[in-house]
């Protein structure tokens, strides 16, 4: 079995409907998401609709809990565009589609655990990290810089987890270590040792901060996950935000340089 795993997309839909492109090409089993599906971006309802489509679970990120709840701790802009992003749903003439996508992301768990791997494996999914599932970020420079935080969050793995929120794709190891994808050779693909936990980062679909612009997504497979780029419309969906008065156009700048 090979499962996709997005995640963060943050109401950019050019980008989503590039990665499910792409996803279409290979071979696939399904879909699963790990949160984030609205904020930031200029076309929530679209990507609600594609994920709940076309994925067949989706976990709750910070993001889609700020819409649903408040958006708490989060930048002016971040806050912002919850709250725009909450008027649209809002503003949506069908009352049934309105009620229907509030449903969805109420609904949405915090966090999963499945054989995603098509072996016995299990796999924990979660948005942030498996000790904070909503709200902890896991940094790449945690892994020298915190390892006592690494440690505490390893303690919650039992093999493999899965993880977003940062938008910096690569593999955490229990050594504790980082990999990028770009040390991992030109396939980028990780292979899972036997005696190992490991915390994947899938990266963003809709907001990269790896400075690559190109979505991001990842591909699991028996013993390994593939990291997977793919270009999309950037200047639509930049145009799109600068055309929205209540977003910053700093939202929509960034994705040029993947920031």
């Known amino acids: 079995m090979r499962t ?13 409907r590039a990665v499910l492109a792409d ?4 071979d696939i089993d399904r879909i699963v998401c790990l949160g984030d599906i609205v904020g930031y971006g200029p076309e ?4 609600v609709d594609l994920v709940k489509e076309y994925c067949g679970w989706a976990l709750m990120g910070n993001h889609d809990f700020g819409v649903l709840y408040e958006p708490t701790n989060f930048n002016p802009s971040a806050e912002a565009s919850a709250f725009w992003t909450r008027s649209v749903f809002d503003a949506e003439p069908d009352e049934t589609k309105r009620a229907e996508r509030y449903e969805y992301l109420g609904r949405l768990p915090v966090r999963k655990v499945e054989k995603l791997l098509g072996d016995d ?15 902890e970020y896991i940094f790449p420079d945690d892994a020298n810089d915190q390892p006592d935080k690494l440690e505490a969050i390893f303690d919650r793995v039992e093999r493999i987890a899965l993880v977003g929120h940062t938008h910096v ?13 770009s040390e991992l050779g030109e396939t980028r693909v990780y292979k899972f040792l036997a005696d190992e936990k490991a915390v994947v980062n899938v990266g963003s679909v809709g907001q990269p901060r790896d400075y690559d612009p190109r979505a991001s997504y990842a591909v699991l497979s ?7 780029r793919v270009e999309y419309d950037i200047k639509a969906t930049a145009d799109k935000i600068h055309a929205i008065s209540e ?3 700093y939202l929509g700048d960034r994705l040029f340089e993947g920031r």
Do not use: K, M, W
């Open 222 to 228: 028996p013993g390994q996950v593939e990291f997977v």
């Open 247 to 249: 977003l910053n156009n």
């Open 4 to 16: 996709a795993v997005v995640s963060d997309i943050h109401g950019n839909a050019e980008a989503l």
């Open 169 to 181: 794709p690569g593999v955490f190891s229990d050594e504790p270590d980082f990999y990028p994808p």
């Open 121 to 135: 494996t299990p796999v924990l999914a979660v948005h942030a990290s498996p000790r904070r599932p909503i709200n």
């Open 44 to 47: 929530p309802l679209e990507c």
């Open 23 to 26: 996803i279409a090409e290979r």
